[in-house]
């Protein structure tokens, strides 16, 4: 899943100036589940802006909606009249579902609530990491399920660097050697030939910014030409 | 010229190269002088390629000023700061100054350095780096477009002897020997038998090792902890020895601990000559030879 972070209040509060009638979106599917922008973050932040203003004895109303998902037109639609009303929204979204409510409500300015962290996983309660860079070539099937684009901080695709320290990265010594780790889950497989092989080229135009997917059966409705 | 470093070692003569670190002020005189102060003592001069993440000269400026002034450089040529293309473009830059030896390397992450949020950009890693120049001398860039054929460049990469694992290392070091390196430059090591388990894991190759060793600064050592300097593990048995030592005693105590180990490393008969790097104390490198 995409994994956000809250944006400090301040802020937020700064980015909206002196915007009265303020919409917080949220979005319920990745950003609710890593507790940063769900329906119970939007309500939250909508209550704390409305405190603020309080404070400052200004007429003020910020009110909260939740969408399934902020990356789907279908569901985006479903804000139309709350927008309306708004003159600014606060989207809780990742950065793709900030952008599409944007695109979708060029009149009225969208901003964010969230700095979007990564693609990753729940390790535990409270906790996530990251796990992919989505960088449209997956290596995986050599390295022993471990991603070195990623899980190393230098993204290495030939082995490890000379700065590992007892097994753990040179950069943060809570993490471990992304090359330690598919050396070893290599060996365990007995797959290590795998690392013996050369890795080519990152293909960096597979990735180019911004990216596009046409699933197969879509092709003649969005190919050009 | 003569013979290059790569000719050198091949021939069996030891071989003790020297770093020095592009200085910070676009002046390359006061440098120029300590490596012509080297001349008879010291077969080549590393020259670095922003060490340790620091912004620092221009590496190939400054290789290009070495030899010259008829000092053998070595250029290091590190995949942090470049893509393909501006590597591409380094190593054509070394043809057109004459430069005949480079290293190889990664590069430390930024992290370490003193610009922590610049973008380390790794598009290829040292192995790729060794490879592609391997390619430009057959004529093909890294995209495999067609370029005049570059002349043989004797070819230098890093290795971790002292690295925890070991193995993976060693499989990544067994990748550059495939990729065409001709000599390996150990990270410093600190005795001689820290080198024996990569010498002997690597076995019989027709790649040369030279051995680093570090002067390390009075600071580096009282902050020390495993991964503080990359790449570089301090026995902590020295490391205390040192630390209860003030400055000056420690000046003198690890000056001759570095000259001991250049002798003992000398007479070991097991690898090919040594590397001195002495951030902030290389002049004192001449006393340790």
């Known amino acids: 899943m995409i994994v956000a972070q809250r944006k400090p209040f301040a802020e937020i509060r700064d ?7 303020v919409l917080v979106a949220g979005c319920g599917t990745c950003v609710a589940v890593c507790l940063a922008g769900g329906e119970k973050e939007a309500t939250l932040l909508a209550s704390q802006l409305m405190l603020a203003a309080d ?11 939740t969408v399934e998902r902020q990356c789907d037109r279908e569901f985006l639609q479903l804000l139309r009249d709350r927008v309306a009303q708004a003159d600014a929204v606060v989207s809780l979204a990742c950065g ?3 952008q599409f409510l944007a695109e979708m409500y060029p009149d009225v300015p969208v901003f964010p609530g969230v ?9 535990d309660a409270g906790l996530w990491t990251e796990r992919c860079r989505s960088c449209n070539q997956c290596w995986l099937g050599m390295t022993g399920g471990i991603c070195p684009v990623t899980m190393c901080a230098k993204g290495l695709l030939n082995g490890p660097c000379s700065g590992t320290v007892h097994g753990k990265c040179e950069v943060d010594p809570e993490r471990e050697c992304a090359w330690a780790a598919i050396y070893e889950r290599l060996e365990r497989q007995s797959r290590l ?3 013996d092989a050369p890795a080519p080229l990152m293909k960096h135009n597979r990735s180019t910014r911004p990216s596009r997917v046409i699933h197969p059966a879509y092709k003649k409705r969005f190919s050009i030409g | 010229m003569a013979d290059s470093i790569c000719e050198r070692v091949r021939s069996g003569s030891f071989e003790v190269v020297g770093r020095l670190d592009p200085p910070r002020n676009g002046n390359l005189s006061q440098l120029v002088a300590l490596a012509a102060s080297w001349k008879g003592k010291i077969g080549s001069v590393l020259v670095t390629d922003n060490a340790s993440a620091r912004l620092g000269g221009s590496a190939l400026l400054t290789a290009e000023r070495l030899g010259r002034e008829g000092i053998e450089p070595i250029l290091t040529v590190s995949c942090r700061d470049g893509n393909r293309i501006a590597l591409g473009s380094t190593v054509l830059g070394a043809v057109a100054a004459s430069l005949r030896t480079l290293l190889c390397v990664s590069g430390d992450h930024p992290a370490f350095g003193d610009h922590q949020d610049a973008k380390p950009v790794y598009d290829m890693d040292s192995v790729q780096l060794i490879a592609m120049v391997r390619n430009m001398e057959q004529g093909r860039d890294a995209s495999g477009n067609e370029l005049e054929p570059l002349p043989r460049f004797c070819l230098a990469a890093a290795a971790c002897a002292s690295a925890d694992p070991l193995a993976p290392q060693l499989s990544k070091a067994r990748k550059k020997v495939r990729a065409g390196v001709d000599i390996f430059v150990t990270l410093p090591v600190f005795r001689v038998d820290q080198l024996e388990p990569f010498l002997n894991g690597l076995g019989e190759i027709s790649v040369k090792v030279i051995a680093g060793v570090l002067l390390p600064r009075y600071e580096e050592v009282v902050s020390y902890k495993d991964g503080s300097i990359p790449g570089t593990f301090i026995p902590h048995d020295l490391v205390e020895q040192w630390r209860a030592m003030d400055p000056g005693a420690f000046s003198s105590a690890s000056a001759d601990h570095v000259k001991r180990l250049v002798a003992d490393l000398r007479s070991w008969g097991k690898v090919a000559g040594v590397c001195i790097s002495a951030p902030g104390r290389e002049d004192e490198i001449l006393g340790i030879l």
């Open chain 1, 193 to 195: 030939d795998m690392v």
């Open chain 1, 96 to 98: 793709a579902g900030i």
């Open chain 1, 115 to 123: 700095d979007t962290s990564f693609i990753g996983v729940a390790e």
């Open chain 1, 55 to 65: 404070l400052q004895k200004r007429d003020f109303l910020a009110t909260a909606a």
């Open chain 1, 15 to 21: 980015m909206l100036g002196g915007r009265s009638r």
